[in-house]
């Protein structure tokens, strides 16, 4: 079945630039999900991209996929100490079923 | 986005009761949702899948009469955790992708604390 890897953690300085980066072994997966999770709540929907892009930019946000190499990465330009979460990303697998990375805690410091 | 609601938010209950978990889907219907749990500083495990109108799909190792399923109408489903106990503490979180959509949205979660 698919499984999904992150990095556990990152830490950085208001301002600065964040990679989260992710990777699968599914290569039908169809598509893929940035989600955040603050404390104690449920997850936000922050993006996805269909597996047939290379890129999707939102905002400060800017998704990137290698498809070759099952390769995912989330880009947050101009981090502010808001954006301290953890950060997940998830593969379906199949129609709608999410299969979800360990989850990368993003630590943004002053 | 669309919304997702749980109720309650927290709950603690005695080793031995049953406790129901509902979950919402406010502003849209949603055929299919489901259900996951989240251990603390660790990844969510989806445990099943609800239809409505139809059985729930459990995952491998899942116990089905422990977490029992009920998805009555195209915007609720019911988790409800039968016999507590200690082991099954932890953060029921459920989600609802839109009909017809790769959009899905969570709820905020349930933090479930057997005594």
């Known amino acids: 079945g698919e499984d999904v890897e992150q990095s556990l953690f990152l830490s950085v300085r208001e301002g600065d630039s964040s990679v989260i980066n992710c990777t699968y072994t599914d290569s039908s997966s169809t598509y893929l999900y940035w989600y955040k999770q603050e404390p104690g709540a449920g997850l936000q929907l922050l993006t996805y991209?269909?597996?047939?892009?290379d890129m999707k930019q939102d905002q400060r946000l800017t998704v990137l996929l290698n498809k070759k190499d099952k390769h995912l990465s989330l880009r947050i330009a101009d981090t502010q100490t808001g954006d301290s979460a953890i950060y997940f990303c998830a593969a379906n697998t199949g129609f709608q079923k999410l299969v979800f990375g360990t989850g990368t805690r993003l630590l943004v410091s002053p | 986005g669309a919304v997702v609601s749980q109720h309650p938010s927290w709950v603690i209950c005695k080793s031995g009761t049953s406790v129901k978990i509902e979950c919402r889907s406010l502003?849209?219907?949603?055929?299919?949702m489901f259900w996951y749990r989240q251990f603390p500083k660790q990844s969510l495990m989806l445990m099943a899948t609800s239809n409505e109108g139809s059985k729930a799909t459990y995952e491998q190792g899942v116990e089905k009469d422990k977490f029992l399923i009920n998805h009555a109408s195209l915007t609720l489903s019911t988790l409800t955790v039968t016999s507590a106990h200690p082991e099954d503490s932890s953060f029921y979180i459920c989600s609802a992708p839109e009909r017809h959509s790769y959009e899905q949205y969570f709820g905020p979660g349930t933090r479930l604390t057997v005594t």
């Open positions: 991209i269909f597996s047939n892009m």
């Open positions: 502003d849209f219907q949603a055929t299919t």
